[in-house]
């Protein structure tokens, strides 16, 4: 794992901004991504497609407002697009600026409704291509994608996405090699992240729902993913 996420290393817990920032700016489009930037997101976590001629691209949606699927466009096709004002940003444009910015970034890689392992290579290869692999964390909804992608490139920091609890977190982390997990906020108990934690694997917390709760005051949660890192900053310092 290149990217130091414990909290037990970096004394604190660290805030993933969601989508760019959930704002009055569109979702995963270059106004989110620069604004969440400087609201002080630790991580920028971005959505990533691919088209019909294997470009990857940002957008969370499969499809587009006029009911076609993004995949089924070509790059040269979905550039020319306007949506609510702002064109999709091409995946290897926001690495360059990330990287020159010095900005490490979450990327979700939705997989679904494209050649297996065809868009995680491709996601790899603009990463070699442009020199941020040790400044990107992975997020896969598909764990058969991430064991690939992790055993093909042990250097990856690859993350785990769950919509439910686990009955043995070591067991099934260790087994697809994954570096970290979200929980979803309601669906684990306390000793899940001390278990997760006992073989060094990292916890994001997504969907958090309840504000009044102590949960970062009694669990050391080392990624915290919200839509606005303002307002994240602000529960994460309530005392």
């Not at 909290?7 to 569109?26: A, C, Q, W, Y």
């Not at 868009?119 to 058969?144: A, N, P, W, Y």
């Amino acid at each position: 794992m290149s990217l130091e996420l414990l909290k037990s290393k970096t004394g604190r817990t660290l805030i993933e901004s969601h989508r760019g920032i959930e704002s009055d700016v569109p979702e995963n489009s270059w106004p989110a991504i620069k604004l969440g930037h400087q609201l002080g997101a630790d991580l920028l976590e971005l959505d990533v497609q691919m088209s019909r001629d294997c470009v990857p691209f940002l957008r969370h949606n499969y499809q587009l407002p006029d009911g076609r699927w993004c995949g089924q466009l070509s790059w040269s096709e979905l550039k020319e697009l306007k949506i609510d004002g702002e064109s999709l940003p091409l995946l290897e444009d926001v690495l360059a600026w990330a990287r020159e910015a010095g900005i490490a970034l979450s990327l979700d890689i939705k997989t679904f409704f494209s050649p297996e392992g065809s868009l995680t290579k491709e996601v790899i290869r603009s990463l070699d291509r442009i020199g941020m692999k040790q400044k990107v964390l992975l997020l896969f909804s598909d764990h058969q994608e991430l064991l690939h992608a992790k055993l093909s490139h042990p250097e990856l920091t690859v993350r785990a996405l769950l919509t439910g609890r686990l009955a043995n977190y070591p067991e099934y982390l260790r087994k697809i090699h994954a570096d970290g997990v979200s929980l979803s906020y309601g669906m684990f108990h306390p000793v899940d992240v001390e278990q997760i934690h006992s073989i060094g694997a990292f916890v994001s917390l997504i969907q958090l729902w309840n504000l009044q709760g102590d949960l970062f005051q009694t669990l050391d949660i080392d990624i915290f993913s919200h839509g606005n890192p303002v307002e994240a900053r602000r529960i994460l310092e309530r005392r």
